[in-house]
Structure formats: C-alpha cells, structure tokens
C-alpha cells in the first residue's frame, strides 16, 4: 500500500463532514444529511469479488460502500443557493439490491452551524428528482405543513420535469405534487446564480443536470450523480444499477473525467465518501480521484 492510499484510506469509508472551499467571491460548502450504504457488486455490475478484494479500502466493516449524501451550498456576499436538499429526515433500510440502508436529518443543523437559515436560501437548484436529492424540498414544516424551502424557487432542468410521469409511477406523487408549487424550468447553458451554469446531460434521469461554477480563475463541476463512488472514475465503464441509461451515463463519464483533469477544475461528487471535494491526476500514482482539502 502506498503513501498516497494510506493517506486516503479512512476518508474513502466514512461519509464526509461540512467541508468549504473558496472560488473568487464564491463560497462552496459541502452541507451534509446523512449516508447511504450500498452493496457494491449490486451497484456496480460489471465489478466483481476480485475487485472489492484489492479494494478494501473503499468498503466499510460490513462490506458496503459507503456514501454521503447532502447539498452544496453556493454563497455570494448575502446570496445563497442550494443545489440539492439531502433525503429528509427519515431512515430506511433493504434486504437486498444495491441500497443497503440510507437516512438522513442533519441538514438544517448543518445549514445552520454554516450561519444559514432555510429562507435565506434564494433558489434551489436539483441535479435530478430521486429521493435523495429533493427530501428536504418535498418535508412539509412543522404545523403549517408548508415548504422548508418556502422561499426559494426550485430550478429543475425542463426534460427531468417533463419526464416526472416516471417518478409518479414509482409511488412519488406526493413529492412530486410538493415541488410543482415552486418549480421553474431551466434550460442548458442557463446561468442559475452568478458564476453557476446548468448544463443538461442525460443518463443518469431523463434530464440529469451538472452544474458549472467559475470564479478565482477555477471551475468547479457538481455532477450530481453521473458518479457514484471514486472508483468509478478509474473505470468510467462502470455504470451503476441506478442509471437510465447505463452506456449513455459511461460516455458521458469518460467526458467528464477528462475535463476533471484539466488544469484549474474541481470537481463535486455529492456521494463520494469523505472525498466530495477533488481532482483527477492520472499519473500513474495511485487512483485518479484526489481529494482537496476543504
């Protein structure tokens, strides 16, 4: 094992903390709600024994990948936005398939140990529509049963809300219902906030979005889920049981792991452990996927 894994090893087996990091005028923080745990050959189909033997590392002690799940907070002076609101405050747990148990609750404490209350949040921005990324949009408030985003428009690319029929099949009508008060449609290339762009890029959902966020002379790319687990982006073939459509997610995966190499970008994978923050170095060196410290 090298210095390099060593150095990685207990950060790819827990879910990340509150973690910021500067762009220019923009702040960015990692606001987390809870974990996820995954059994990975579920996950990962094209993935075997053998793999998760040589990679014990990214395993916790029951033998699942561990996840984090949460939102990125974008602030600008007294602006904020929200791309993504965690699960909610609720916990469940599988038998089998590739979810072995996800639970969230912590983001409003997290928000708010980040100086933020809800209704200074001024939009926000979702990568898709599964439950883990719109919970707390979709948690009515205690008493008055209204939003915990009130204030806040929901911005949602136009072919991931044209294509909620699917999510209505699969028992979320009531989510979906919840977020319809305050959606409104965006479209690619559309500037969301200053220095974040929206670009649409099916795979994962019908109308999966990424978002671009430029300033200090850095780009960093929230990609939402066309990532799932680090490792995937040493073997961007390796689509996930979750995606649409699983050739179209690997292209767009090889796409994107290029660009996470290019000098000046960042990248944020809201799932990936305790390493949601970093860059792809392919030297040689150990695995690509290199955590900033935040």
């Given amino acids: ?6 150095e990685r090893q207990p950060r790819l087996s827990r879910p990340a903390g509150i973690r910021s990091l500067r762009l220019g005028d923009l702040k960015v923080s990692y606001v987390p709600d809870g974990d996820v745990r995954l059994r990975p050959l579920a996950l990962l189909p094209a993935t ?25 907070l974008v602030e600008r002076d007294d602006r904020a936005l929200l791309i993504d609101t965690g699960f909610g405050p609720k916990a469940l747990a599988f038998p089998d398939g590739p979810l ?37 949009a979709c948690h009515p408030t205690p008493g008055d049963g209204g939003s915990v985003f009130a204030r806040a428009d929901h911005l949602i690319s136009g072919p991931e809300w044209d294509g909620r029929d699917l999510l209505e099949a699969q028992g979320m009508t009531e989510q979906v219902a919840a977020l319809g008060r305050r959606v409104r449609t965006i ?10 762009r929206v670009r649409i890029v099916p795979g994962h959902t019908v109308g999966h979005a990424e978002y671009v966020i430029t300033g200090g002379g850095r780009r960093l790319i929230a990609f ?22 699983p ?4 292209e767009q995966r090889h796409r994107l792991v290029a660009e996470l190499a290019e000098p000046g970008t960042i990248g944020f994978g809201v ?24």
Avoid at 1 to 6: E, G, K, R
Avoid at 224 to 245: K, L, Y
């Fill in 100 to 136: 072995a148990a996800l639970h969230g609750g912590a983001l409003l404490q997290n928000l708010a140990d980040l100086g933020r209350a809800p209704e200074d949040i001024e939009a926000v921005a979702f990568t898709h529509l599964h439950v883990d990324h719109i919970g707390w």
């Fill in 271 to 294: 799932h990936l452990a305790d390493v949601v923050f970093g860059h792809v170095r392919q030297d040689g060196n150990g695995p690509a996927w290199r955590p900033v410290d935040a």
């Fill in 224 to 245: 939402g889920d066309a990532i799932h687990a680090p490792i995937q982006i040493d073997h961007p073939d390796w689509s996930s049981t979750f995606d649409h459509e």
């Fill in 48 to 72: 075997t024994d053998e793999v998760w033997a040589a990679h014990p590392d990214h395993l916790d002690e029951d033998g699942h990948l561990v996840g984090s799940v949460g939102a990125l």
């Fill in 187 to 196: 479209e690619d290339g559309q500037e969301v906030f200053p220095g974040v």
């Fill in 1 to 6: 094992m090298n210095d390099l894994t060593q």
């Fill in 247 to 250: 050739a179209r997610t690997a």
